[in-house]
């Protein structure tokens, strides 16, 4: 079993529609939370990064992290075609350098 | 630089033979990471440079994946004896110094296909 489970999707919806995406782990001693987006054939570029649980907001981005239940959340809000791209999760421990990363799930947002 | 670059942008060769691949990280950047995404996979960590310090290879999947890192900037990630597993694309990070969970920024990555 992976450390980060994430659906790969691929999730395809309307523009203006509210976005979930998900990920679960095992590892409880993660305490970094952070959402990459990556557009083709580009690198990954850091989208949201939380520490511990709770919520954090940047516009029409959610990050939420429930580390009771191993569970965290994106959500986009008003949904543009321009947010089409693949989403990842990463996370790690107290002290630790490298990220651990989900699969990543392709989002694709219709006109 | 303005971001971490990576050469070449893909590479295709043949079962057996070595390939280099290079990073060069953000100017300033101590911290600098090598990670593989093969499809399917998502990303996996292979080895981490801090300074001096003697580099995180906890990564890396065999003995034929090797990485320095001279004079503290660029870093070249050698794979010899290719196999077609190895396929996949390697992205290269760098970070201001590696501190607590610091932002790591992402080159876009060389495409490797072993034939």
């Known amino acids: 079993q992976k450390e980060v489970e994430q659906d790969p999707g691929p999730l395809s919806v309307p523009e203006g529609a509210i976005v979930s995406l998900n990920c679960t782990y095992s590892?409880?001693?993660?305490?970094?939370f952070m959402w990459y987006r990556q557009y083709s054939r580009k690198g990954p570029e850091l989208l949201m990064y939380?520490?511990?649980?709770g919520n954090k907001e940047d516009g029409r981005f959610t990050a939420q992290v429930d580390k009771s239940s191993k569970y965290i959340s994106l959500f986009i809000r008003d949904s543009q075609p321009s947010d089409s791209a693949t989403y990842l999760c990463?996370?790690?421990?107290?002290?630790?350098?490298?990220?651990?990363f989900g699969q990543g799930t392709r989002l694709t947002i219709n006109p | 630089g303005a971001g971490v670059s990576q050469s070449p942008s893909n590479k295709v060769t043949e079962k057996g033979k070595d390939v280099e691949l290079r990073c060069d990280p953000i100017?300033?950047?101590?911290?600098l990471y090598w990670y593989r995404q093969s499809l399917g996979q998502g990303l996996e960590f292979l080895i981490y440079?801090?300074?001096?310090?003697?580099?995180?290879k906890s990564g890396l999947p065999s003995d034929r994946f090797s990485a320095e890192r001279t004079g503290g900037s660029v870093s070249t990630l050698t794979i010899q004896r290719t196999q077609q597993e190895d396929s996949a694309v390697y992205l290269c990070?760098?970070?201001?110094?590696?501190?607590?969970?610091?932002?790591?920024?992402f080159g876009p990555g060389t495409r490797l296909l072993v034939l």
């Open positions: 990070a760098s970070s201001r110094s590696g501190g607590r969970q610091e932002t790591q920024y």
């Open positions: 590892n409880s001693a993660f305490q970094y």
């Open positions: 939380t520490y511990s649980s």
């Open positions: 990463a996370m790690s421990a107290q002290g630790a350098q490298k990220l651990v």
């Open positions: 100017s300033g950047h101590t911290a």
């Open positions: 440079f801090q300074g001096n310090s003697a580099p995180d």
